[in-house]
T-cell receptor, first 114, second 114 residues
Framework: NAGVTQTPKFQVLKTGQSMTLQCAQDMNHNSMYWYRQDPGMGLRLIYYSASEGTTDKGEVPNGYNVSRLNKREFSLRLESAAPSQTSVYFC?????????????FGPGTRLTVT | AQSVTQLDSQVPVFEEAPVELRCNYSSSVSVYLFWYVQYPNQGLQLLLKYLSGSTLVKGINGFEAEFNKSQTSFHLRKPSVHISDTAEYFCAVSRNTGGFKTIFGAGTRLFVKA
């Protein structure tokens, strides 16, 4: 099993450009998440999807949109990138609540917006 | 609302010395508690978790943590660290009454010196 995969690994955008970060998991997990990681701030939740067909805002959703394409895939879109969105983005997944909320993380996407 | 405070942003320690990384949380409901580790340029991986039962939890790589409900703490310990333990460590909390959000602390960078 590959676990959680993310593409691309690195990306440089100019202000105003758009892009989509892709995430897929092969663990048959119901829930998926997008976080951003900034120095000294830990991980902050952008959006999450509790189950296929549902998405909800997290702590820092402004400037982002998401799509839960199917049970495996959860994408994050930046419509008009801004320098404040320079960050490392992590996708994660977890099983049902009975599996205790433990999350499995992808390797991350390092995004720079100039 | 839940919050997580990691009391030290950086902890330098010599190889084979003991280490404690401190974590306090606040929550009005019962919670699950986690420690994750992040090695350079990688995603997070689970080190250990507290769900219920024994307050002393053992994890991978010789780490353990103790849940103290009265002090709302979940400190991580290792009796003898190795160079390979150099990484960033994140404390996290999830509600156990439903919902899918996990709140992460800001992280503690452990630096093990030879």
């Amino acid at each position: 099993n590959a676990g959680v995969t993310q593409t691309p690994k690195f990306q440089v955008l100019k202000t105003g450009q758009s892009m989509t970060l892709q995430c897929a998991q092969d663990m048959n997990h119901n829930s998926m998440y997008w976080y951003r990681q900034d120095p000294g701030m830990g991980l902050r939740l952008i959006y999450y999807s509790a189950s296929e067909g549902t998405t909800d805002k997290g702590e820092v959703p402004n400037g982002y949109n998401v799509s839960r394409l199917n049970k495996r895939e959860f994408s994050l879109r930046l419509e008009s990138a801004a320098p404040s969105q320079t960050s490392v983005y992590f996708c994660a997944s977890s099983g049902l609540p009975q599996v205790s909320y433990e999350q499995y993380f992808g390797p991350g996407t390092r995004l720079t917006v100039t | 609302a839940q919050s997580v405070t990691q009391l030290d942003s950086q902890v330098p320690v010599f190889e084979e010395a003991p280490v404690e990384l401190r974590c306090n949380y606040s929550s009005s409901v019962s919670v699950y508690l986690f420690w994750y580790v992040q090695y350079p340029n990688q995603g997070l991986q689970l080190l250990l978790k507290y769900l219920s039962g024994s307050t002393l939890v053992k994890g991978i790589n010789g780490f353990e943590a103790e849940f103290n409900k009265s002090q709302t703490s979940f400190h991580l310990r290792k009796p003898s660290v190795h160079i390979s333990d150099t990484a960033e460590y994140f404390c996290a909390v999830s509600r156990n009454t439903g919902g899918f959000k996990t709140i992460f602390g800001a992280g503690t960078r452990l630096f093990v010196k030879a």
